[in-house]
């Protein structure tokens, strides 16, 4: 099984709408989460950390379900500038990140 | 504040030929990441360094592979002999000690092998 499991999309959003996906982990003894964004040829960006008790940045909502050991993002309000690629990521232990495929996300005007 | 420096940006070289990848990591980073890119596989670890000694190579694919880090400034990623197959986008990234500390990527190398 995969240390991180992500629907690769594309995920066709019309602009103005919101949407919502998830990532499941392998390892229960997982210690820390974040949602990173990709632009296309570009790097991997920080978009949010995650954290146990959920939390929120503008339209980015991101949630943690550790029983079931999935991740949530969610984004409102979806811009044309939030066409990306959203990773999900998990560090395993000793700053070691597992990368998620990706969910391709594309805001339609 | 400089971020996490790569070069080249751009590889092309012919199979066979050594490569080699430069990073520079952001100033006061104990911890120091080289990844692989590919559309089948995405984003893969392929070593670190802490305080510039290797702590996990199990990433890398194989001998032909190898990476340094001689200072706190500096690490290389090279290949020899090179391979078609190794073709992809290879990232730097560096970030503080401590689990919650995001790693801050640098712009990558886009290597094709010929």
């Known amino acids: 099984r995969k240390e991180v499991e992500q629907d690769p999309g594309p995920f066709n959003v019309p602009e103005g709408a919101t949407v919502a996906f998830n990532c499941t982990y392998s390892n229960s003894a997982s210690q820390s989460f974040f949602w990173y964004r990709q632009d296309c040829r570009k790097e991997p960006k920080l978009l949010m950390s995650v954290y146990s008790s959920g939390n929120e940045d503008g339209r980015f909502t991101a949630q943690l379900n550790r029983a079931s050991q999935y991740i949530s993002l969610l984004i409102r309000d979806s811009k044309l500038s939030d066409s990306a690629t959203y990773l999900c990521?998990?560090?395993?232990?000793?700053?070691?990140?597992?990368f998620g495929k990706g969910n391709q996300v594309v805001v339609i005007p | 504040d400089a971020g996490v420096i790569q070069s080249p940006r751009h590889e092309v070289t012919e199979m066979g030929q050594e490569v080699t990848l430069r990073c520079k990591p952001i100033s006061g980073h104990d911890y120091l990441f080289w990844y692989r890119q590919t559309m089948m596989r995405g984003l893969e670890l392929l070593i670190y360094?802490?305080?510039?000694?290797?702590?996990?190579d199990s990433g890398m694919p194989e001998d032909r592979f190898s990476a340094k880090m001689p200072n706190a400034s500096f690490s290389t990623l090279k290949i020899q002999p090179s391979e078609p197959r190794d073709s992809a986008v290879y990232f730097c990234?560096?970030?503080?000690?401590?689990?919650?500390?995001?790693?801050?990527f640098g712009d990558g190398t886009r290597l094709s092998i010929l």
């Open positions: 360094f802490n305080n510039n000694v290797p702590i996990d």
């Open positions: 990234a560096s970030s503080l000690w401590s689990s919650n500390q995001p790693q801050h």
């Open positions: 990521v998990v560090n395993n232990g000793n700053n070691r990140l597992a």
